[in-house]
């Protein structure tokens, strides 16, 4: 229990030194750790869990991390052509650099979108991590002839065996076909444990 010195109590306001043992006392006393509860260093996703009190059914309960996605989901966007520009085929249309924030995690999905719909084709988008020399994806992303994102696609992309991106690796955006009248360009990348 931490003692504090209180006006009310004295009867007169505190002195500096009061008020900083006040200070004191609350910091030396504080909790760090909740009581009853080990502290590990890692977490096994597909078994361990995080525990809490849900005081409207008067029951703990549990959340499993492998479905704490949005707190182990990195997503990084990328405007690889403005919105009223045409993009061309080609490697290397646009690059970007891996954050360290994403340093170890794995391309769970990509997906790619235009502003304006193409036609007569399909648009297709590689990506391409140019530090490793290799395809991140074992099918490219598709977007079919008149649709603006790939989410809609007959044949989504895959991910390959491809894991555990670095920091500081360049990842080199490949557009492979253009559907004619496309406008713009935007791939979202997924990364997870």
């Known amino acids: 229990m931490t003692t504090i010195t209180l006006r009310e109590t004295k009867g007169s306001p505190l002195t500096f030194a009061e008020a900083d043992g006040n200070f004191t006392n609350l910091n030396d006393a504080k909790q760090e750790i909740i ?4 502290v590990v260093t890692s977490a096994d996703m597909s078994a361990d869990k995080i525990s809490f009190y ?3 059914s008067a029951a703990t309960r549990s959340i499993l991390f492998n479905k704490l ?6 997503t ?3 405007k690889c052509v403005a919105d009223t520009i045409g993009p061309t085929t080609g490697n290397g249309i646009t690059h970007v650099t891996i954050p ?3 340093d170890g995690k794995d391309l769970q999905s990509a997906q790619a979108h235009v502003y304006t719909a193409g036609t007569g084709s399909l648009t297709t988008v590689q990506l391409h991590n140019l530090t490793d020399g290799q395809d991140m994806l074992s099918t490219p992303i598709t977007i079919d002839s008149g649709e603006k994102d790939s ?6 992309s895959a991910g390959s065996s491809y894991t555990g991106v670095s920091t500081a690796d360049v990842i ?22």
């Open 151 to 156: 989410s809609t696609a007959a044949t989504p």
């Open 172 to 193: 080199r955006i490949d557009v492979d076909i253009v559907a004619t009248n496309t406008l713009g360009l935007e791939i979202r990348m997924v990364f997870n444990t």
């Open 54 to 56: 849900d005081t409207s």
């Open 69 to 74: 996605t949005a707190f182990t989901e990195r």
């Open 35 to 38: 009581p009853n509860l080990g």
């Open 100 to 102: 360290s924030t994403l």
């Open 76 to 78: 990084l966007v990328i």
